[in-house]
Nanobody
């Protein structure tokens, strides 16, 4: 699976952005998709995950209630709608894919396929 993330940019606190991740090759509908982020000087952290058919979804506590992950298997796309953005959401956001079991969805090194990252900057 090859992944291409897009949609990052500069937004004011309280604003919204929607990130997209396009997948090509492979069997997209069989893989778990995750969004991770990495701020300068910090470790990569889990943001959200969605199971292969979208029936299970998980969010980090820091984004729960503000972010929404979704996928369209017909279009090989996964999305991260980010609302009520805060300056602490500033980071490079990565989409990731793997066929690993759902129990490892929050563990970044369990994902074998990664997009190139898209920068989200939230100004105060």
């Amino acid at each position: 699976v090859q992944l291409q993330a897009s949609g990052g940019g500069l937004v004011q606190a309280g604003g919204s952005l929607t990130l997209s991740c396009a997948a090509s090759q492979g069997t997209f509908s069989t893989v778990i998709m995750g969004w991770f982020r990495q701020a300068p000087g910090k470790e990569r952290e889990f943001v959200a995950g969605i199971s292969a058919r979208g029936g299970s979804i998980d969010y980090a506590d820091s984004v729960k209630g503000r972010f929404i992950i979704s996928r369209d298997n017909d279009k090989n796309m996964v999305y991260l709608q980010m609302n009520s953005l805060k300056p602490e959401d500033t980071a490079v956001y990565y989409c990731a894919a793997d066929s690993a079991i759902w129990g490892y969805r929050r563990v970044w090194n369990k994902y074998n396929y990664w997009g190139q990252g898209t920068l989200v900057t939230v100004s105060s």
